[in-house]
Protein backbone atom coordinates (compact mmCIF):
# COMPACT_ATOMS: atom_id res chain seq x y z
CA UNK A 1 0.00 0.00 0.00
CA UNK A 2 1.57 3.79 -1.21
CA UNK A 3 0.65 5.67 1.65
CA UNK A 4 -0.46 5.36 5.26
CA UNK A 5 -3.46 2.66 5.48
CA UNK A 6 -4.84 2.49 9.09
CA UNK A 7 -6.35 -0.74 8.24
CA UNK A 8 -2.72 -2.31 8.39
CA UNK A 9 -0.97 -0.30 11.07
CA UNK A 10 0.66 -3.89 11.76
CA UNK A 11 2.34 -3.26 7.78
CA UNK A 12 2.83 0.07 7.99
CA UNK A 13 6.93 0.95 7.61
CA UNK A 14 8.65 3.89 9.75
CA UNK A 15 9.24 7.12 8.41
CA UNK A 16 12.95 6.12 7.96
CA UNK A 17 12.02 2.88 5.78
CA UNK A 18 9.37 4.90 3.61
CA UNK A 19 12.25 7.59 3.08
CA UNK A 20 14.98 4.89 2.11
CA UNK A 21 12.61 2.61 0.40
CA UNK A 22 11.54 6.09 -1.53
CA UNK A 23 15.30 7.14 -2.42
CA UNK A 24 16.75 3.88 -3.69
CA UNK A 25 13.35 3.08 -5.79
CA UNK A 26 13.83 6.59 -7.56
CA UNK A 27 17.45 5.83 -8.29
CA UNK A 28 17.69 2.38 -9.25
CA UNK A 29 14.27 3.59 -11.79
CA UNK A 30 16.04 6.55 -13.31
CA UNK A 31 18.95 4.82 -14.00
CA UNK A 32 17.23 2.02 -15.76
CA UNK A 33 15.38 4.81 -17.85
CA UNK A 34 17.52 7.53 -18.37
CA UNK A 35 18.00 6.93 -22.41
CA UNK A 36 14.67 7.68 -23.13
CA UNK A 37 14.66 10.73 -21.00
CA UNK A 38 17.66 11.72 -23.28
CA UNK A 39 15.41 11.31 -25.85
CA UNK A 40 12.21 12.95 -24.58
CA UNK A 41 14.05 16.21 -23.61
CA UNK A 42 15.83 16.31 -27.42
CA UNK A 43 12.75 15.47 -28.93
CA UNK A 44 10.77 18.39 -26.69
CA UNK A 45 13.67 21.01 -27.24
CA UNK A 46 13.04 20.56 -31.37
CA UNK A 47 11.83 23.47 -33.22
CA UNK A 48 11.41 21.79 -36.20
CA UNK A 49 8.59 18.82 -37.09
CA UNK A 50 8.89 15.36 -36.28
CA UNK A 51 8.69 13.47 -38.67
CA UNK A 52 10.16 10.79 -41.32
CA UNK A 53 8.96 12.84 -44.42
CA UNK A 54 11.08 16.04 -42.77
CA UNK A 55 15.10 15.87 -43.84
CA UNK A 56 16.00 19.22 -42.45
CA UNK A 57 14.86 18.42 -38.67
CA UNK A 58 17.49 16.62 -36.80
CA UNK A 59 15.38 14.30 -35.06
CA UNK A 60 13.00 12.57 -36.96
CA UNK A 61 12.10 9.38 -35.06
CA UNK A 62 12.96 7.17 -32.13
CA UNK A 63 14.63 4.86 -33.73
CA UNK A 64 16.96 7.43 -36.05
CA UNK A 65 17.48 9.57 -32.67
CA UNK A 66 19.06 6.50 -30.87
CA UNK A 67 21.42 5.74 -34.28
CA UNK A 68 22.34 9.62 -34.55
CA UNK A 69 23.20 9.77 -30.95
CA UNK A 70 25.13 6.79 -31.02
CA UNK A 71 26.93 7.56 -34.01
CA UNK A 72 27.74 11.24 -33.19
CA UNK A 73 28.39 10.46 -29.14
CA UNK A 74 29.24 6.65 -28.78
CA UNK A 75 26.92 4.01 -28.07
CA UNK A 76 26.89 5.05 -23.81
CA UNK A 77 26.12 8.75 -24.90
CA UNK A 78 22.42 7.95 -24.02
CA UNK A 79 23.39 7.36 -20.26
CA UNK A 80 26.69 10.00 -20.23
CA UNK A 81 24.46 13.06 -20.53
CA UNK A 82 21.60 12.70 -18.92
CA UNK A 83 22.76 9.19 -16.10
CA UNK A 84 25.16 11.25 -14.26
CA UNK A 85 23.09 13.73 -13.52
CA UNK A 86 19.79 12.20 -13.39
CA UNK A 87 21.22 9.84 -10.29
CA UNK A 88 23.02 12.77 -8.73
CA UNK A 89 19.33 14.25 -8.67
CA UNK A 90 18.30 11.26 -6.80
CA UNK A 91 20.56 11.13 -3.79
CA UNK A 92 18.51 14.39 -2.23
CA UNK A 93 15.53 13.46 -3.92
CA UNK A 94 12.52 13.51 -5.41
CA UNK A 95 11.56 9.78 -4.75
CA UNK A 96 12.53 10.14 -1.04
CA UNK A 97 10.66 13.19 -0.48
CA UNK A 98 7.58 12.38 -2.30
CA UNK A 99 6.67 9.14 -1.18
CA UNK A 100 7.75 10.36 2.69
CA UNK A 101 5.36 13.53 2.36
CA UNK A 102 2.57 11.74 1.04
CA UNK A 103 2.79 8.99 3.55
CA UNK A 104 2.67 11.52 6.15
CA UNK A 105 0.39 13.66 4.56
CA UNK A 106 -2.32 10.87 3.87
CA UNK A 107 -1.58 10.05 7.57
CA UNK A 108 -2.70 13.23 8.58
CA UNK A 109 -5.95 13.24 6.68
CA UNK A 110 -6.54 9.79 8.23
CA UNK A 111 -5.78 11.29 11.82
CA UNK A 112 -8.36 14.49 10.68
CA UNK A 113 -11.58 11.81 9.25
CA UNK A 114 -11.67 13.72 6.31
CA UNK A 115 -10.98 10.62 3.90
CA UNK A 116 -15.06 9.36 4.04
CA UNK A 117 -15.06 7.75 1.11
CA UNK A 118 -13.23 10.48 -1.39
CA UNK A 119 -9.95 8.30 -1.41
CA UNK A 120 -9.44 9.24 -4.95
CA UNK A 121 -9.52 13.21 -4.13
CA UNK A 122 -7.34 12.18 -1.23
CA UNK A 123 -4.68 11.58 -3.16
CA UNK A 124 -4.79 13.47 -5.87
CA UNK A 125 -4.41 16.24 -3.67
CA UNK A 126 -2.04 14.53 -1.28
CA UNK A 127 0.32 13.58 -4.11
CA UNK A 128 0.06 16.58 -5.40
CA UNK A 129 1.57 18.65 -2.47
CA UNK A 130 3.95 16.12 -1.82
CA UNK A 131 5.25 16.56 -5.27
CA UNK A 132 5.19 19.87 -5.29
CA UNK A 133 7.46 20.47 -2.19
CA UNK A 134 9.89 17.87 -3.85
CA UNK A 135 10.02 20.17 -6.80
CA UNK A 136 10.78 22.86 -4.70
CA UNK A 137 13.97 21.08 -3.60
CA UNK A 138 14.97 19.77 -6.37
CA UNK A 139 14.20 21.56 -9.32
CA UNK A 140 17.96 22.94 -9.80
CA UNK A 141 19.21 19.55 -10.27
CA UNK A 142 15.93 19.38 -13.10
CA UNK A 143 17.45 22.36 -14.94
CA UNK A 144 20.98 20.89 -14.88
CA UNK A 145 20.02 17.46 -16.03
CA UNK A 146 18.12 19.56 -18.67
CA UNK A 147 21.12 21.66 -19.88
CA UNK A 148 23.04 18.12 -19.74
CA UNK A 149 20.73 16.38 -22.01
CA UNK A 150 20.46 19.39 -24.56
CA UNK A 151 24.23 19.58 -25.25
CA UNK A 152 26.08 17.85 -27.87
CA UNK A 153 29.84 18.00 -28.81
CA UNK A 154 31.40 20.00 -28.05
CA UNK A 155 29.98 19.65 -24.62
CA UNK A 156 29.71 23.21 -23.30
CA UNK A 157 29.76 21.94 -19.78
CA UNK A 158 32.43 19.11 -19.14
CA UNK A 159 31.79 18.60 -15.29
CA UNK A 160 28.70 19.52 -12.77
CA UNK A 161 30.85 21.61 -11.03
CA UNK A 162 31.85 23.86 -14.33
CA UNK A 163 28.11 24.15 -15.02
CA UNK A 164 27.00 24.94 -11.71
CA UNK A 165 29.69 27.70 -11.77
CA UNK A 166 29.47 28.91 -15.40
CA UNK A 167 25.71 29.56 -15.18
CA UNK A 168 25.68 31.20 -12.08
CA UNK A 169 28.24 33.43 -13.48
CA UNK A 170 27.22 34.00 -16.79
CA UNK A 171 23.22 33.98 -15.86
CA UNK A 172 22.85 34.69 -12.16
CA UNK A 173 21.32 32.84 -9.39
CA UNK A 174 17.39 32.60 -10.71
CA UNK A 175 19.11 30.46 -13.67
CA UNK A 176 18.54 27.26 -11.17
CA UNK A 177 14.75 27.90 -11.25
CA UNK A 178 13.85 28.47 -15.08
CA UNK A 179 10.57 26.84 -15.85
CA UNK A 180 9.59 26.42 -12.31
CA UNK A 181 6.12 28.03 -12.85
CA UNK A 182 4.99 25.44 -15.59
CA UNK A 183 6.88 22.74 -13.55
CA UNK A 184 4.74 23.87 -10.16
CA UNK A 185 1.85 23.95 -12.63
CA UNK A 186 2.06 20.64 -13.67
CA UNK A 187 3.78 18.53 -11.17
CA UNK A 188 0.38 18.74 -9.09
CA UNK A 189 -1.67 17.13 -11.38
CA UNK A 190 0.75 15.17 -12.38
CA UNK A 191 1.58 13.42 -9.69
CA UNK A 192 -1.79 14.01 -8.01
CA UNK A 193 -2.88 11.53 -10.70
CA UNK A 194 -0.28 9.35 -10.37
CA UNK A 195 -0.75 8.41 -6.65
CA UNK A 196 -4.58 8.48 -7.14
CA UNK A 197 -4.99 6.49 -10.49
CA UNK A 198 -2.43 3.92 -8.58
CA UNK A 199 -4.36 2.95 -5.96
CA UNK A 200 -7.52 3.21 -7.91
CA UNK A 201 -6.21 0.63 -10.67
CA UNK A 202 -4.90 -1.40 -8.38
CA UNK A 203 -8.03 -1.81 -6.13
CA UNK A 204 -9.77 -2.21 -9.92
CA UNK A 205 -7.09 -4.87 -10.64
CA UNK A 206 -8.15 -7.07 -7.74
CA UNK A 207 -11.87 -6.67 -8.43
CA UNK A 208 -11.41 -8.07 -12.10
CA UNK A 209 -8.26 -10.21 -10.91
CA UNK A 210 -8.97 -11.68 -7.72
CA UNK A 211 -6.12 -13.90 -6.28
CA UNK A 212 -4.71 -15.15 -3.03
CA UNK A 213 -1.45 -16.05 -4.42
CA UNK A 214 -0.48 -12.17 -2.72
CA UNK A 215 3.20 -12.34 -3.27
CA UNK A 216 3.60 -13.82 -6.83
CA UNK A 217 1.16 -11.35 -8.42
CA UNK A 218 1.64 -8.33 -6.12
CA UNK A 219 4.48 -7.33 -7.90
CA UNK A 220 2.87 -7.68 -11.39
CA UNK A 221 0.40 -5.63 -10.49
CA UNK A 222 2.21 -3.09 -8.58
CA UNK A 223 4.43 -2.39 -11.89
CA UNK A 224 0.92 -2.71 -14.18
CA UNK A 225 -0.46 -0.68 -12.49
CA UNK A 226 2.38 2.20 -11.80
CA UNK A 227 2.72 1.59 -15.51
CA UNK A 228 -1.31 2.26 -16.28
CA UNK A 229 -0.33 5.47 -14.01
CA UNK A 230 2.17 7.06 -15.34
CA UNK A 231 0.71 6.92 -19.10
CA UNK A 232 -2.64 8.24 -17.86
CA UNK A 233 -0.87 11.28 -15.59
CA UNK A 234 1.72 11.78 -18.15
CA UNK A 235 -0.60 12.43 -21.20
CA UNK A 236 -3.00 14.87 -19.31
CA UNK A 237 -0.13 17.12 -18.11
CA UNK A 238 2.34 16.67 -20.84
CA UNK A 239 2.31 20.35 -22.94
CA UNK A 240 2.95 21.89 -19.65
CA UNK A 241 6.14 19.36 -19.30
CA UNK A 242 7.47 20.58 -22.86
CA UNK A 243 6.93 24.43 -21.48
CA UNK A 244 9.10 23.75 -18.52
CA UNK A 245 11.84 22.51 -20.92
CA UNK A 246 11.78 25.28 -23.65
CA UNK A 247 12.55 27.60 -21.04
CA UNK A 248 14.79 26.17 -18.98
CA UNK A 249 17.34 26.03 -21.92
CA UNK A 250 16.76 29.66 -22.07
CA UNK A 251 19.96 31.66 -22.34
CA UNK A 252 21.88 28.27 -23.46
CA UNK A 253 21.00 28.44 -27.59
CA UNK A 254 24.27 29.01 -28.34
CA UNK A 255 24.52 25.45 -27.44
CA UNK A 256 21.60 23.89 -29.52
CA UNK A 257 22.66 25.82 -32.94
CA UNK A 258 23.62 22.26 -34.21
CA UNK A 259 20.41 20.69 -33.34
CA UNK A 260 18.11 23.36 -35.91
CA UNK A 261 16.41 26.22 -34.70
CA UNK A 262 15.98 28.05 -31.56
CA UNK A 263 13.88 30.41 -30.29
CA UNK A 264 13.50 32.58 -27.28
CA UNK A 265 11.18 32.78 -24.88
CA UNK A 266 10.11 35.58 -22.63
CA UNK A 267 7.95 33.59 -20.03
CA UNK A 268 5.43 30.56 -19.91
CA UNK A 269 2.68 32.57 -21.93
CA UNK A 270 4.60 33.53 -24.98
CA UNK A 271 6.29 30.16 -25.14
CA UNK A 272 2.95 28.70 -25.36
CA UNK A 273 1.82 31.30 -28.28
CA UNK A 274 5.00 30.88 -30.16
CA UNK A 275 4.81 27.62 -29.75
CA UNK A 276 1.06 27.10 -31.17
CA UNK A 277 1.94 29.77 -33.89
CA UNK A 278 4.93 28.04 -35.21
CA UNK A 279 4.63 24.53 -34.62
CA UNK A 280 0.57 23.77 -34.33
CA UNK A 281 -1.12 21.96 -31.84
CA UNK A 282 1.01 18.81 -32.44
CA UNK A 283 4.02 21.02 -31.62
CA UNK A 284 2.76 20.52 -27.50
CA UNK A 285 3.00 16.84 -28.17
CA UNK A 286 6.53 16.82 -29.48
CA UNK A 287 8.56 13.67 -27.68
CA UNK A 288 4.86 12.09 -26.53
CA UNK A 289 6.13 8.66 -27.52
CA UNK A 290 9.36 8.14 -25.73
CA UNK A 291 7.94 10.90 -23.09
CA UNK A 292 5.00 8.01 -22.99
CA UNK A 293 7.27 5.08 -22.55
CA UNK A 294 9.50 6.61 -20.29
CA UNK A 295 6.78 7.58 -17.94
CA UNK A 296 5.07 3.70 -18.31
CA UNK A 297 8.62 2.18 -17.57
CA UNK A 298 9.77 4.94 -14.47
CA UNK A 299 6.13 5.06 -12.66
CA UNK A 300 5.96 1.52 -13.06
CA UNK A 301 9.12 0.95 -11.59
CA UNK A 302 8.72 3.93 -9.16
CA UNK A 303 5.66 2.42 -7.52
CA UNK A 304 7.15 -1.51 -8.28
CA UNK A 305 10.56 -0.86 -6.47
CA UNK A 306 9.08 0.90 -3.20
CA UNK A 307 6.67 -1.10 -2.52
CA UNK A 308 8.97 -3.85 -2.97
CA UNK A 309 11.38 -2.32 -0.49
CA UNK A 310 8.71 -1.89 1.87
CA UNK A 311 7.42 -5.43 2.04
CA UNK A 312 11.22 -6.49 2.68
CA UNK A 313 11.49 -4.22 5.55
CA UNK A 314 8.41 -5.31 7.17
CA UNK A 315 9.55 -8.85 6.63
CA UNK A 316 12.52 -7.74 8.44
CA UNK A 317 10.99 -6.17 11.01
CA UNK A 318 8.23 -8.75 11.29
CA UNK A 319 11.42 -11.84 11.56
CA UNK A 320 13.09 -9.58 14.78
CA UNK A 321 10.32 -9.81 16.68
CA UNK A 322 9.58 -13.34 16.25
Not at 17 to 31: D, I, P, Y
Not at 36 to 64: C, M, T, W
Not at 96 to 123: G, I
Request: proline content about 4%.
Amino acid sequence: MVGYDPKAEGRNNSKVEVAVAGSVSGLVTRALISPLDVIKIRFQLQIERLSHNNPGAKYRGIRQAIRDMARSLGHIAQWKNGGRMRQAGMLPGVGDLQFLSFEMLTELVHRANMYNNHEFSMHFICGGLSAGMATLTVHPVDVLRTRFAAQGEPRVYKTLQEAVVTMFRTEGPLVFYKGLNPTLIAIFPYAGLQFSCYNSLKQAYEWLMPTTDGKKSGNFKNLLCGSGAGVISKTLTYPLDLFKKRLQVGGFEHARVAFGQVRHYRGLVDCAKQILKEEGSLGLFKGLTPSLLKSALSTGFMFFWYELFCNIFHCMNTADRL
